[in-house]
């Protein structure tokens, strides 16, 4: 018996994000299990990659219950990011080159000295050089936003774009800090840090863990998103988006119109 055709998968997915168009969910249809996801994920960042991109990081994906609740899926789980994902602090972001994105509040950190997989991260601040807050812009490449959990796996879990506002020396609490997210001015969504995994700090151990049976180790370097702190909300046209976390500043993005 023959498994899913994985690098067929991981073009149909990477076709959907090229074309702007949404596709059916892939994995009740092939079979394909959380492992197998994982290697249609590793073949569709490949594809980027092959074009002239670089992995500049790593995001951790449904670390909240009000992320899992809203998509229906409930396990931690891991994407890539790359240079072209990225779009600076208060920048534009073409909104026609995504199918229905989103937007939801995050907290990233700039990474330093990691220890090998297996290994406990140890004193956080030896593993962290910086903490920021972020805007993470997610879009998934299935129709109505819909998928189970390999499905949103192999989609490299429903990664878009990503904005980093300015680097802070990580301060001494990241456990419960507020977090707004304002779209045009107005508050969208509240949260607290708490609700990354109950503490920000703990995404990174997961991270380096999920990731680590991959073979993928995280990078001196490299932005680490560690989740949302509340749902995501649409991305309209035209939208002003701010993020803000307590202690850490905040993030913004326009989206074209
Ligand atoms: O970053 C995230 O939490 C997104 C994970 C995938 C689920 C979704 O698309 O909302
Ligand atoms: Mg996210």
Redesign the pocket.
């Known amino acids: 018996m023959t498994g899913p055709d994985l690098a067929g998968l991981a073009e149909q997915l990477g076709r959907a994000a090229d074309d702007v168009t949404a596709i059916p969910q892939l994995a009740a249809e092939t079979g394909l299990d959380v492992d197998a996801a994982y290697a249609v994920q590793a073949a569709l960042v490949q594809r980027r990659l092959g074009r002239g991109e670089r992995l500049v990081g790593l995001?951790?994906?449904l670390t909240s219950k009000a992320?899992m609740a809203q998509v229906g899926v409930d396990e931690v789980i891991w994407g890539r990011l790359t240079d072209l994902m990225r779009v600076p602090d208060g920048g534009t972001v073409d909104v026609s080159r995504f199918i229905h994105p989103r937007v939801?509040p995050?907290v990233a950190f700039l990474l330093d000295r990691l220890p090998e997989p297996g290994e406990p991260v140890g004193d956080f601040t030896d593993a962290v050089r910086a903490v920021a807050p972020a805007i993470?812009l997610?879009d998934s490449r299935y129709a109505n936003f819909r998928f189970s959990l390999p499905d949103v796996i192999a989609d490299n879990t429903s990664a878009g774009a990503f904005v980093v506002g300015p680097w802070s020396p990580v301060p001494d609490g990241l456990e419960n800090l507020g977090v707004l997210l304002e779209v045009d001015g107005r508050v969208a969504q509240v949260g607290s840090t708490a609700a990354i995994l109950g503490d920000p700090r703990r995404a990174l151990d997961e991270g380096i863990r999920l990731a680590g049976r991959h073979g993928v180790r995280l990078r001196e370097g490299w932005v680490f998103?560690a989740?949302?702190a509340t749902a995501a909300v649409p991305l309209r046209a035209g939208a002003q988006v701010r993020a803000v976390v307590e202690k850490l500043g905040s993030a913004s993005l326009r989206a074209s119109s």
Request: net charge negative; glycine share 18%.
């Open positions: 995001k951790m994906g992320k939801e995050e993470e997610i998103l989740g949302a």
